[in-house]
């Protein structure tokens, strides 16, 4: 279990997000856009998820959010991880992380990314082609491979789907792979699939855990005896409880049909951090602008597409922000311009908001997911900073809890 640091962590008691947020900006005196993490949040979404699905064994997706602080917090309380490239392996290594704990889960991998997973032992695997399967038995005969199969949750109830681009098809792809593998005695230890980010369809993760099941069967038919894994990939939202309940409910019931000694494994990304973060960026410019006899509001803040927003630029989320200092009952239709000189950098188009004066700050919870893995230096402008903080009273509840092993 790695040890975990709370140098760099702000300890408070008493103070809300806000409280905090107006400390930071007095203490650092910048206009710069930063995120509060709330540790005891992620702590608490691990145990959660943990106790509704007792049998799924969570490995949280790199790629969602990689800031130091959550692998830190995640790996101290003997967490499993996702990982998809050789940083992301590198950084979770870092945090004495085993590689047994480590997934890479990723169908596509360059050549010297499988020889550097192969050099530190990560062993577990993702393929969806033959190709890749010659790669592996070329580079790293001795990986154990998941077949990913391109499963769909509703397409009105998944955000971003990555079937066309990820997975073979069921019936007759995965049964060539498992002979081809059974040919060039490559270890297949099971299957996996991931529905959609963010997937509200709860049903479907029941319906991939019995399509994965009956390729077990198969795959057991045909010698492949080492597949016991069925890894039900990420695109679990962490905001609403009944959702985690209902997910529950569907995942539970279909393991009651599923051999006790099939290993059930998750890659949730967004679960774990998208509530823990709570955004901060500063309005630097306003305009009114009239058009015949009806006024829109302009604003213009030090985040944007670029940066924190690119759900926003895909049309998956629509978020609209509180305000710090001036709270307003006056309601105006706005629109909220990124920083950057790309006309395409909108964060809210044409919306009723309410009255923002310049120089307050733009608050947005639920921030962590996708956000600052995918921020860029365009324009020159620098990613928001990230301040962790927790409560003083729950520090040594949450460090004893760190060093049980969850698991």
């Known amino acids: 279990m790695s040890e975990f640091d709370i140098k760099k962590i702000k300890i408070h008691e008493g103070k809300n997000d806000t409280d905090l947020i107006k400390n930071i900006i007095k ?199 080492e597949a016991n894994v069925i890894d039900i990939g ?17 995942i539970n019931d279909a393991l009651k049909h599923v051999d006790p000694e099939i290993e059930i494994i998750s890659e949730p990304g967004r679960y774990y951090v998208e509530s823990a973060f709570t955004l901060s960026a500063c309005i630097i410019g306003k305009k009114t602008i009239k058009k015949d006899d009806n006024i829109e509001k302009f604003y213009y803040v030090n985040d944007g597409t670029y940066g924190a927003f690119i759900e926003e630029l895909l049309d998956i989320k629509h978020r609209i922000p509180n305000s710090l200092y001036c709270q307003s009952n006056k309601m105006f239709v706005s629109t909220i311009w990124g920083r950057t000189a790309d006309p395409y950098d909108i964060l809210v188009k044409s919306t009723p908001m309410q009255d923002f004066e310049e120089e307050d700050w733009m608050i947005w919870k639920n921030m962590g997911a996708y956000t600052s893995s995918l921020a860029t230096t365009f324009n020159g402008f620098i990613p928001a900073s990230v301040y962790p903080f927790i409560r003083k009273s729950s520090l040594n509840y949450v460090l004893n809890e760190m060093k049980n092993n969850i698991h």
């Open 234 to 250: 990420g695109g679990i939202q962490g905001q609403d409880t009944d959702y985690l309940n209902k997910l529950a409910l569907s």
């Open 27 to 225: 203490e650092t005196e910048s206009d710069d856009p930063f995120y509060i993490l709330d540790i005891e949040d992620i702590i608490e979404k691990h145990k959660l998820i943990v106790e509704k699905m007792p049998r799924v064994v969570p490995h949280y997706a790199v790629k969602c959010n990689p800031d130091p602080t959550v692998i830190q917090t995640l790996a101290a309380m003997n967490a499993n991880f996702d990982c998809a490239s050789k940083q992301e392996i590198q950084l979770v290594l870092k945090m004495g992380v085993s590689n047994d704990r480590i997934i890479y889960a990723h169908p596509g991998k360059a050549p010297s990314h499988i020889k550097f997973a192969k050099k530190v032992g990560v062993e577990k695997t993702t393929v969806d082609s033959k190709s890749e399967i010659l790669k592996l038995k070329k580079l790293y005969p001795e990986s154990k491979l998941l077949i990913r199969v391109a499963l769909d949750g509703s397409a009105d109830q998944c955000g971003v789907n990555f079937s066309e681009k990820f997975g073979c098809e069921v019936t007759t792809e995965a049964i060539e792979l498992m002979e081809y593998m059974k040919n060039l005695k490559m270890t297949l230890l099971g299957f996996c699939f991931h529905l959609g980010s963010p997937c509200l369809d709860t049903s479907s993760y029941g319906k991939g855990i019995k399509v994965c099941n009956n390729l077990i069967n198969i795959a057991k038919t045909m010698g492949h005896i």
